[in-house]
T-cell receptor, first 112, second 113 residues
Framework: GESVGLHLPTLSVQEGDNSIINCAYS??????FIWYKQESGKGPQFIID?????DKRQGQRVTVLLNKTVKHLSLQIAATQPGDSAVYFC???????????FGSGTRLLVRP | DTGVSQNPRHKITKRGQNVTFRCDPI?????LYWYRQTLGQGPEFLTY????????KSRLLSDRFSAERPKGSFSTLEIQRTEQGDSAMYLC???????????FGQGTRLTVV
């Protein structure tokens, strides 16, 4: 399959532990944020999103935290599983535009 | 398979040749997006269609790049006079609403030799 990211920062966690992936975004006017998961050979897959009027949103096993003061976004994955191994990207969007601006990605490796 | 379909999956071409990629979105999705992704990087936005109208276009889309969605269904992305720097994965996504409901295809991997 395709290799999504050859030289990405890597987070290695033990199966069952919690994972935290961080992202700094660039545009203070961005008001919508998404986390994507990308497995080798596949397109990005939506995980969770958050609007700028919120600072926390929870999904199934995932939580996104937004700190607009320091332009920081994080993704927390609870009880990390081998199937969570992938590259994770944050993306930002302004209401005035249809484009997403993606961050550089973090590779998550889950050790059995 | 009812997901976003992209063809071909892989394309190898010689520098200077023209290439065309096709994206078939999920049925009834009126929004369609093209992105480009190079190894080790996040996807970069190229263009956006709402039905057949091209409403936003990145500066990355040089004069050599053109995209169409003639009947508001499938879309094509053409690159003329390819250069080695065009080598990348070209991703298509579609949605009925915003990005929350957007699904990406598996992409077309272009290699220019």
């Amino acid at each position: 399959g395709e290799s999504v990211g050859l030289h990405l920062p890597t987070l290695s966690v033990q199966e069952g532990d919690n994972s935290i992936i961080n992202c700094a975004y660039s545009n203070s006017a961005s008001d919508y944020f998404i986390w994507y998961k990308q497995e080798s050979g596949k397109g990005p897959q939506f995980i969770i999103d958050i609007r700028s009027n919120m600072d926390k949103r929870q999904g199934q096993r995932v939580t996104v935290l937004l700190n607009k003061t320091v332009k920081h976004l994080s993704l927390q994955i609870a009880a990390t599983q081998p199937g969570d191994s992938a590259v994770y990207f944050c993306a930002e969007n302004e209401d005035s535009s249809y484009k997403l601006i993606f961050g550089s990605g973090t590779r998550l490796l889950v050790r059995p | 398979d009812t997901g976003v379909s992209q063809n071909p999956r892989h394309k190898i071409t010689k520098r200077g040749q023209n290439v065309t990629f096709r994206c078939d979105p999920i049925s009834e999705h009126n929004r369609l997006y093209w992105y480009r992704q190079t190894l080790g990087q996040g996807p970069e936005f190229l263009t956006y269609f709402q039905n057949e109208a091209q409403l936003e276009k990145s500066r990355l889309l040089s004069d050599r790049f053109s995209a169409e969605r003639p009947k508001g269904s499938f879309s094509t992305l053409e690159i003329q006079r390819t250069e080695q720097g065009d080598s990348a994965m070209y991703l298509c996504a579609s949605s009925r609403g915003g990005y929350t409901e957007a699904f990406f295809g598996q992409g077309t991997r272009l290699t220019v030799v």
